[in-house]
């Protein structure tokens, strides 16, 4: 038997998720700004810790934890890793390519990184790649496959720890598992032949001319393409979804701080999540006497925000604007996507939305599914497609709390479970295609391909200009001025 506390998880996502934010105030900002920012940073976290460790002792008695049921959360977590191509043992997405580059360039470049043949300084959040990088710097390249993968390892372990701790078991990790990847709802309606909808609807996107609105991205496609975006995501949601009954809103707001540079994507997908957290709270003494701490725990993460503002696709109209702008079909596409996004669910979630203790979060993260989807950010809709992130953790848990609720023989629990194991068909398709023999067309070590000899070449070619823009920080600005340690030996 083990036992692992909601303070021992909340402990290490705190560190999990801070420890790129203090290699990057260190390395990417002069020293007069970086020693004393990162002295105030860690001066943060131990408190936390501390007020952490303090509220321990009034905590409910220990949950202890079958030893089968972590090695299996384990093997789950290295498992999934592995599939998708997390250490370069099997085949890897195209965006592995500009992940493999970025962890080079990381290692062999001076920080903060700047490409002398584009002239400019990069503008990313490089959280998910700072510790492999940093090690990779200190111990060589070689390593770097087996750092990464440890790291994210790591951090898809403390999710699926957190839907354990929440569901109090396995059952509840599987079935949020298979109701999180469940995208293909819209797919069936090209299957149907409607063909009015089939005017925007095309696979599991809504497509409103160039305005892509996009069912969620599902763990399973997440994690493959994107675990800079997940794993903040989903360490923190399930974070929060696990403290009720906890006081120490100190690590939770330094805990949503320190995913801005992990991804502010996922910070402003965070938003509502916190907003419920606290919407209730912020009338009570204790927490009220808090906010000029809260205040004071912004301060060190300032510069990091100054840097990702001073991004130039901030200056590009075309990746930015309202959804009524860009189509005469967007009431269509945007009630299309609600629908089977969330309406869909309504049966499953109305139970929830009766209880005081969860309808706030139900309700802020269907708050979130309506607004996000009416405005775009990045090429891609990357606000959307990334920042919805969070909200799908919240909705996930709750409805799978409702099936998990269900007796296993009864019908109703396999007839959901049956429409679930239908809609995540295509994250089946990619397990096992994952599985088969295969290896990535590119390494860590070695990244180039062709002419390509870094990031910005790779975006370049792979992608397009405007993906390049998207990783360049503007010339002259006032963080490259004032900010940025650019005198580095």
């Known amino acids: 038997m083990m036992y692992f506390t909601n303070v021992n998880l909340r402990i290490t996502s705190l560190i999990y998720l801070f420890i790129p934010n203090l290699i990057f105030t260190g390395a990417w900002f002069k020293d007069i700004i970086s020693l004393p920012l990162a002295c105030l940073l860690l001066l943060f976290v131990f408190d936390s810790i501390r007020s952490e460790l303090n509220q321990d002792k009034f905590s409910s008695p220990i949950t202890y934890l079958p030893l089968k049921d972590i090695i299996v959360l384990l093997l789950l977590g290295i498992g999934l890793c592995l599939v998708f ?91 949020f598992l298979l109701f999180n990847n469940g995208n293909t709802l819209m797919f069936l309606i090209q299957m149907l032949n409607i063909p009015y909808l089939n005017q925007f609807v095309i696979n599991s996107n809504v497509r409103l001319a160039d305005f892509n609105i996009t069912f969620w991205s599902p763990m399973i496609a997440s994690l493959q393409w994107v675990p800079q975006h997940l794993i903040p995501a989903g360490v923190t949601t399930l974070l929060i979804l696990n403290s009720e009954n906890n006081k120490n809103y100190k690590l939770e707001i330094l805990v949503l701080l320190c995913n801005i540079i992990w991804s502010p994507l996922i910070c402003i997908g965070l938003l509502p999540v916190v907003i419920a957290r606290y919407f209730d709270k912020i009338i009570n003494p204790q927490f009220y006497k808090l906010i000029p701490y809260f205040v004071l725990m912004i301060v060190p993460f300032i510069p990091s925000v100054l840097y990702l503002i001073s991004n130039r696709a901030i200056e590009l109209s075309d990746t930015n604007g309202f959804i009524w702008t860009k189509s005469k079909f967007w009431i269509e596409g945007y009630v299309a996507f609600w629908f089977f996004n969330m ?82 068909i295509p994250s089946f398709i990619r397990i096992v295609e994952g599985i088969r023999p295969s290896s990535p067309v590119t390494s860590i070590a070695h990244p180039f391909q062709g002419e390509m000899k870094n990031t910005m070449d790779f975006l370049k070619e792979v992608y397009t200009e405007r993906a390049l823009v998207q990783y360049q920080l503007q010339s002259d600005s006032f963080c490259e001025k004032y900010l940025l340690d650019t005198k580095k030996d």
């Open 343 to 424: 309406a869909v669910w309504f049966f499953l979630i109305k139970k929830s939305l009766k209880s005081s203790r969860q309808k706030q979060y139900l309700f802020c993260a269907l708050g979130a599914f309506s607004l996000l989807p009416l405005y775009r950010v990045g090429m891609f809709n990357d606000l959307l497609l990334r920042g919805i992130i969070p909200s799908t953790f919240v909705l996930g848990v709750y409805v799978t709390q409702q099936i998990a609720n269900l007796k296993i023989q009864s019908f109703k629990f396999i007839a959901y479970v049956c429409l679930l194991c239908f809609l995540s």
């Open 85 to 175: 191509g997390i250490g370069e043992y099997r085949q890897q997405t195209v965006d592995w390519g500009t992940n493999n580059f970025k962890v080079y360039d990381l290692v062999n470049y001076k920080w903060p990184t700047y490409y002398e043949k584009y002239n400019t300084f990069s503008s990313y959040y490089w959280a998910y790649y700072l510790p492999t990088a940093f090690l990779g710097k200190l111990f060589g390249i070689e390593f770097c496959r087996y750092i990464i993968l440890l790291w994210s390892w790591i951090g898809v372990f403390l999710i699926l720890m957190g839907l354990y701790k929440i569901g109090n078991g396995l059952k509840f990790v599987f079935l």
